[in-house]
């Protein structure tokens, strides 16, 4: 069966602007910008037919979402598409140390050493299994032929990924901002990107 899905990033909250570590485990909301970009991608793609709306578990994507929910799209929460688990850097301000350990992690996985994850935290080939579980539930679902799925930047990044065949090692060259869209479709067989990185919403902002 064909699906089209359209990926996007939730919207900014304060702690994307302060540069504080969110991943799987802070529950932060959207700040007024967040809102004003999520109003924008609504007003942008509100004639598309979706059928279902996919979010993550956390706040901040089903507030990206919310304008589409109020129409009665119906929805539904995966964990698949919670973010990464940063461990013990979650919650704390990006100052040199932290910087540092990212960038060493995140060098070793372009290196293609994709079991490794900050302390406490998730690999990428921890996160692309549970991802592969809500991508598989997704397909299952017959009637649903257009899906609007909200998730987070660095899982939105290795999703692209192994959908599409590219190897996870190089996530970070999928560019990707608050609410940054990528349109997939899928044939029944693969995934082929149809829209890459589009941010004509926010032009105005």
């Known amino acids: 069966m064909r699906k089209t899905f359209y990926f996007i990033?939730?919207?900014?909250?304060?702690?994307?602007?302060?540069?504080?570590?969110?991943?799987r485990g802070i529950d932060s909301p959207l700040n007024e910008t967040g809102h004003k970009q999520a109003q924008a991608f609504y007003e942008a793609f509100n004639h598309v037919?979706?059928?279902?709306?996919?979010?993550?578990?956390?706040?901040?994507?089903?507030?990206?979402?919310r304008p589409f929910l109020e129409q009665g799209i119906p929805s539904e929460e995966l964990i698949g598409l919670?973010?990464?688990s940063w461990g013990i850097y979650e919650g704390k301000e990006q100052d040199e140390t932290i910087m540092t350990g990212f960038e060493e992690v995140v060098s070793s996985w372009r290196d293609g050493n994709l079991?490794?994850?900050i302390e406490l935290g998730e690999s990428p080939n921890q996160l692309v299994a549970r991802q592969q579980e809500a991508i598989s539930y997704m397909l299952q679902q017959k009637y649903e032929?257009?899906?609007l799925v909200c998730m987070h930047g660095r899982a939105m990044?290795?999703?692209l990924c192994h959908l599409?065949?590219?190897p996870v090692c190089l996530m970070d060259d999928f560019p990707h901002t608050n609410t940054a869209l990528y349109v997939l479709e899928y044939n029944g067989s693969y995934f082929?990107?149809?829209?890459?990185y589009n941010v004509k919403h926010l032009e105005n902002l």
């Open 115 to 117: 079991d490794l994850s």
């Open 49 to 65: 037919p979706f059928d279902k709306i996919y979010t993550s578990t956390l706040l901040r994507t089903k507030q990206t979402v």
């Open 164 to 166: 599409t065949g590219v």
């Open 192 to 196: 082929e990107i149809v829209d890459h």
């Open 9 to 23: 990033r939730h919207g900014q909250t304060d702690l994307n602007l302060k540069g504080i570590v969110q991943g």
């Open 82 to 84: 919670d973010e990464i």
């Open 157 to 159: 990044r290795i999703m």
């Open 145 to 147: 032929e257009t899906l």
